[in-house]
């Protein structure tokens, strides 16, 4: 019956994205660059071949990054990765699909024709490589150094590696290379075993974790993506002039984080007082014990809204001081009591 709860972290890795290039920002990550890359990393599994409101997860992962980049700036360049999607997902061809991953439209401008060409080229096919592509990724921005590019580095999967290959060190790999990418991961229709790896991804090189569960909230996250590719074309329009930016709306960030664990707690407490109600009628429970139990479900829960309070109430104080103190106060008081 337990429910996803999370603290603040991914918030405020979000928050941070979203800042990307204010002049408020010291970390050099977060700053822009003469240049933009942006790299889909797309899972080609099996598995994506499942349909969603009647069309395949790879369709509409194709659909919503195709809408995404027909609207880039000129300038900016974006490339495709994808992985899985050789062989099949028997057992006899796991060792061959968990060697496939290809750069299907290298990291250039965006040409409307070349582009289709490469989404056309891969379908749904095997097993899940994510630490090869990640590891190939590498590669592929191997070019693109952090000094003069801001890379931006987006895996898109429905499940968990299945490869064996090492995720997290790949990822902690290329984020910590001289290539300095921001890595963001999106869990498409994702169960919670693959969630937890997907996360921990994320966590591990300091990016945001969404999970998507149709189209829809897919090109909802990468419209995010778009809203800052804008923001670079002004920088650039404006000569790389310091600009004036506007405090960044976090108050609906917050607002949506604390109704969603809020939410999350009432679910899980009415789960397990109707539990408890079934088998204290069912007599497989004694009055004792059906007391007892319903006492410390109604004590964890008021405790876990107690939390969820205390979050609200630090995050909003947070956000009436200057948006870099405040993200570094965040930083300060959630993130390092993680490690």
């Known amino acids: 019956m337990q429910q996803d709860f999370e603290g603040p972290e991914n918030l405020i890795n979000r928050l941070k994205f979203e800042s990307l290039g204010s002049p408020e920002n010291t970390d050099s990550r977060y700053q822009f660059k003469d240049n933009l890359n942006i790299v889909f990393i797309i899972d080609a599994s099996g598995s994506m071949a499942q349909k969603i409101d009647g069309k395949e997860k790879m369709a509409s992962a194709k659909d919503s990054i195709l809408n995404f980049v027909s609207k880039l700036p000129k300038d900016a360049k974006v490339g495709i990765r994808v992985y899985g999607h050789k062989g099949t997902g028997s057992d ?32 749904p096919s095997g097993w899940t490589p994510i630490g090869l592509a990640l590891r190939e990724a590498k590669n592929d921005l191997a070019s693109f150094d952090g000094a003069n590019n801001t890379n931006i580095v987006y895996l898109v999967s429905d499940g968990i590696d299945t490869c064996e290959d090492q995720p997290i060190e790949a990822a902690k790999d290329l984020y910590s290379s001289n290539i300095s990418p921001i890595i963001n991961v999106i869990g498409f229709d994702v169960d919670s075993e693959g969630q937890n790896q997907l996360r921990e991804i994320a966590a591990a090189t300091e990016g945001i974790y969404g999970t998507v569960t149709n189209e829809g909230e897919l090109q909802k996250e990468l419209d995010n ?13 404006q000569g790389k002039q310091k600009i004036e930016s506007n405090k960044i709306a976090n108050s609906l960030e917050i607002f949506s984080y604390i109704t969603d664990e809020g939410s999350k707690g009432t679910k899980e407490k009415i789960k397990i007082d109707l539990i408890l109600f079934e088998l204290h009628e069912d007599g497989r429970m004694n009055d004792k014990s059906y007391k007892y139990l319903m006492t410390k479900n109604t004590e964890y829960h008021k405790w876990i809204q107690e939390q969820i309070d205390q979050f609200e109430k630090e995050l909003k104080a947070l956000n009436e001081t200057s948006y870099s103190q405040a993200i570094k106060a965040l930083e300060d008081k959630y993130i390092t009591n993680t490690q």
């Open 92 to 123: 006899a061809d796991k060792a061959f699909s968990c060697s496939s991953s290809e750069l299907v439209y290298p990291i250039s401008n965006y040409n409307a024709g070349e582009f289709q060409a490469a989404l056309n080229k891969f379908s």
């Open 225 to 237: 993506l778009s809203n800052m590719t804008e923001q670079w074309k002004e920088w650039l329009e």
